[in-house]
T-cell receptor, first 115, second 114 residues
């Protein structure tokens, strides 16, 4: 099925550990992004990419790295996990960044707990 | 700075009622506005997208309107059903360069009672 696939769905980390959340889409979407969703805070943009080799920071980028080596994949790396990074993470993509007509498609989310 | 507000935060209605969810935004310089649905423990599903040049969009029992000048959008749900129970989020996409990403409201949690 076409769509945005996120792995893992659940993860528990200890403070200081590193890990990568994977995101892949098979729709040839140009634009990909990572959001975190926290109670009372809504969805906040972490990083985004408008094409392979191009990434930029969103609203809350500290503690996270991204890269976009292919059109399909946009992994999110936590360098040294902190309890404040406990959250639900969503990857989202759309066909074109430039067009105002393109719907954003979301993955099912990755729930991360940092102890 | 663009801010998006959704009121009310929660809403409970009996089945069959027509209802309106509200979304307001502070900066009228937007590309589009999207309404999403989120079921518990799930991702977001796009319901309707209204481009900045449009006034409304319809899909089945859903109708979304956009008034850029007043910074408001409404999502109208006709003949509500228990299956409509979910959290509804609106998001605006700002115009221009690196600012062209979505800004989300915190959502309205809808409960439709049988």
């Amino acid at each position: 099925n076409a769509g945005v696939t996120q792995t893992p769905k659940f993860q528990v980390l200890k403070t200081g550990q590193s890990m990568t959340l994977q995101c892949a889409q098979d729709m040839n979407h140009e634009y990909m992004s990572w959001y975190r969703q926290d109670p009372g805070m809504g969805l906040r943009l972490i990083h985004y990419s408008v094409g392979a080799g191009i990434t930029d920071q969103g609203e809350v980028p500290n503690g996270y790295n991204v890269s976009r080596s292919t059109t399909e994949d946009f992994p999110l790396r936590l360098l040294s996990a902190a309890p404040s990074q406990t959250s639900v993470y969503f990857c989202a993509s759309s066909y074109s960044y430039a067009s105002g007509a393109n719907v954003l498609t979301f993955g099912a989310g990755s729930r991360l707990t940092v102890l | 700075k663009q801010e998006v507000t959704q009121i009310p935060a929660a809403l409970s209605v009996p089945e069959g009622e027509n209802l309106v969810l509200n979304c307001s935004f502070t900066d009228s310089a937007i590309y589009n506005l999207q309404w999403f649905r989120q079921d518990p423990g799930k991702g977001l599903t796009s319901l309707l997208l209204i481009q900045s040049s449009q006034r409304e969009q319809t899909s089945g029992r859903l109708n979304a309107s956009l008034d850029k000048s007043s910074g408001r959008s409404t999502l109208y749900i006709a003949a509500s059903q228990p299956g409509d129970s979910a959290t509804y989020l609106c998001a605006v996409r700002r115009t221009g360069g690196s600012q062209g990403n979505l800004i989300f409201g915190k959502g309205t949690k809808l409960s439709v009672k049988p």
